[in-house]
């Protein structure tokens, strides 16, 4: 299995998805430097003395602000990348002729199937680890950021699951479809996750009627993709810890603000999708004629 993953990490240093990816890496962090740096200027009032309490909270402020804007689109540059590496890799390399050639030796179909997806999630999560941590850096120097080790170990871990789940339905899709419909089925399905929190951040300015309806759509949407709920309730570890409870919350963050947090209990539910999906990947190639 070990081979399988060497390989599928030399497949995607050679592959133009990384090379594109990292070009919008650069150009995504240009910009995110740029807005981080106005917004730190434009917000943190001279005046406040460094130290002071309202300086702390103004200045947690800002950080919170600038790095919801950029998890809300890094979290779409890490799933380009988990999506765009493992559409194809069922269906393009039974089209090529390259599972002809792989699986008639020695080597179980689940092991090769598992050792390319361990490949795939490993490479997504080191380029999740990159991008996180330039994130803060560059949020540090114009604004303030969480120095809790755990907390930010806690919140990188939920960013990074992102990378199984959706590696997980790809290459699922990839038994199923081809290269192009994969490809599109799986930005379809982003989508609707997209919108339900979109929606759900809308959804306070109806009526109560109007908001069970809306909050029903929201939820049938994030459970049948549920990445942007991962990705709040990312941001909730990230910024609402206990010493701050109660004053972040009344705080204005704008169009990025939050909303209510997932619980644990859809956290278990994105786990067991992630399991579940991965398991009727395995078991749909081991029964796929090649």
């Known amino acids: ?101 792989l699986l008639p030796r020695p080597i179980a179909r689940w092991k090769w199937y598992l050792g390319r997806w361990i490949g795939y999630v490993s490479l997504g999560i080191v380029y999740s680890a990159i991008l996180f941590a330039l994130l803060l850096y560059i949020t540090d120097i114009y604004s303030g950021i ?19 789940l959706l590696v997980s339905v790809s290459m699922l899709g990839s038994c199923y479809f081809p290269a192009f419909g994969n490809g599109v089925f799986m930005i379809m399905l982003y989508a609707v996750g997209w919108i339900g929190g979109i929606i759900d951040k809308m959804s306070a300015i109806f009526s109560d009627e109007a908001q069970q309806s809306l909050q029903l759509v929201q939820g049938i949407a994030s459970m049948l993709m549920p990445t942007d709920m991962l990705q709040r309730r990312m941001l909730s570890e990230l910024f609402y810890m206990k010493e701050f409870n109660g004053i972040i919350r009344e705080m204005d963050l704008g169009p990025f603000g939050i909303g209510i947090p997932p619980s644990n209990t859809f956290l278990l539910y994105c786990a067991l999708y992630t399991v579940i999906g991965l398991a009727l990947g395995i078991r749909a190639f081991h029964k796929k004629d090649l």
């Not at 590496?85 to 090529?96: I, K, N, P, R, T």
């Not at 755990?150 to 699951?161: E, N, P, Q, R, T």
């Open 1 to 101: 299995m070990s081979s399988i993953i060497g390989m599928t990490w030399k497949e995607m240093l050679r592959k133009r998805v990384l090379l594109l990816t990292l070009i919008m890496t650069a150009v995504f962090l240009t910009g995110f430097w740029y807005v981080a740096r106005t917004i730190g200027m434009e917000f943190m009032d001279k005046h406040m003395e460094p130290g002071s309490i309202e300086y702390t909270l103004a200045e947690f402020r800002n950080g919170s602000i600038i790095l919801s804007l950029g998890f809300f689109f890094g979290t779409f540059v890490i799933a380009f990348l988990s999506i765009f590496s493992s559409l194809s890799v069922v269906a393009g390399e039974a089209e090529q002729g390259v599972l002809q050639a």
């Open 146 to 164: 969480p120095r809790d080790f755990l907390v930010l170990l806690k919140a990188f871990g939920i960013l990074a699951w992102i990378v199984p």
